[in-house]
């Protein structure tokens, strides 16, 4: 069965700090795994999209990492805002004859405080 | 781009009556998945369409509850009658197959009462 685990479930950390968030996966066969911020209220916007040869991709202050051997992944955020307080979701895709489909980790919940 | 657009973003209704949800994809994405998500489960995947067909339905949680897509811009989530338990934020997305580029709506907050 197709998973992703991640962790923490929640964090919080002061404006102006990094952070890590961690996710495991056992998705096969693994197409693509991806980042998604959601705010509050909003749906998911995609932070980062990682193919199988890719370890690490950038987008702003947040860096992704891909170890598709241990089948793992982790975001960081560089100097953390506010704005950032939002829950990250980790997206597992598996490829089917029907195109891509998609498993979901259950988010880390991210606060920033001031 | 206006991306995949969504109809109501509240909707608000007695236990009982039908509820249809409304979206509209980005022109060109030929995949379509609606989605649920609660505190408890996450976001869940209900059903999604390819080219207009529906390919999986095995999410969808019960016969009250019914997908359609009768042409590539427009899809409608329904469900008779709705539940309390129906309860939830009901996101619509799109994509294209080759692409990685999954989009998603912001999403139609349900409350059953």
């Known amino acids: 069965k197709n998973q992703v685990e991640q962790s923490p479930q929640s964090l919080i950390i002061l404006e102006g700090k990094n952070c890590t968030l961690q996710?495991?996966?056992?998705?096969?066969?693994?197409?693509?795994l991806r980042w998604y911020k959601q705010d509050t209220g909003r749906g998911p916007v995609s932070l980062t999209i990682?193919?199988?040869?890719?370890n690490t991709k950038s987008n702003g202050r947040y860096t992704a990492t891909l170890d598709a051997d241990t089948k793992q992944s982790s975001l960081h955020i560089t100097a953390s805002q506010l704005s950032d307080s939002a829950s990250y979701i980790c997206?597992?895709?598996?490829?089917?004859?029907?195109?891509?489909?998609?498993?979901f980790g259950g988010g880390t919940r991210l606060m920033v405080k001031p | 781009d206006a991306g995949v657009i969504q109809s109501p973003r509240h909707e608000v209704t007695e236990m009982g009556q039908e509820v249809t949800l409304r979206c509209k994809p980005i022109?060109?994405?030929?995949?379509l998945f609606w989605y649920r998500q609660t505190m408890m489960r996450g976001l869940e995947l209900l059903i999604y369409?390819?080219?207009?067909?529906?390919?999986?339905d095995s999410g969808m949680p019960e016969d009250r509850f019914s997908a359609k897509m009768p042409n590539a811009s427009f899809s409608t989530l329904k469900i008779q009658p709705s539940e309390p338990r129906d309860s939830a934020v009901y996101f619509c997305?799109?994509?294209?197959?080759?692409?990685?580029?999954?989009?998603f709506g912001s999403g139609t907050r349900l409350t059953v009462v």
């Open positions: 369409f390819n080219n207009n067909v529906p390919i999986d």
């Open positions: 997206v597992v895709s598996a490829r089917n004859n029907a195109g891509n489909m998609l498993t």
């Open positions: 996710c495991n996966y056992t998705v096969s066969p693994f197409s693509n």
């Open positions: 022109s060109g994405h030929n995949s």
């Open positions: 997305a799109s994509s294209t197959q080759v692409s990685y580029g999954y989009t």
């Open positions: 990682m193919t199988f040869s890719e």
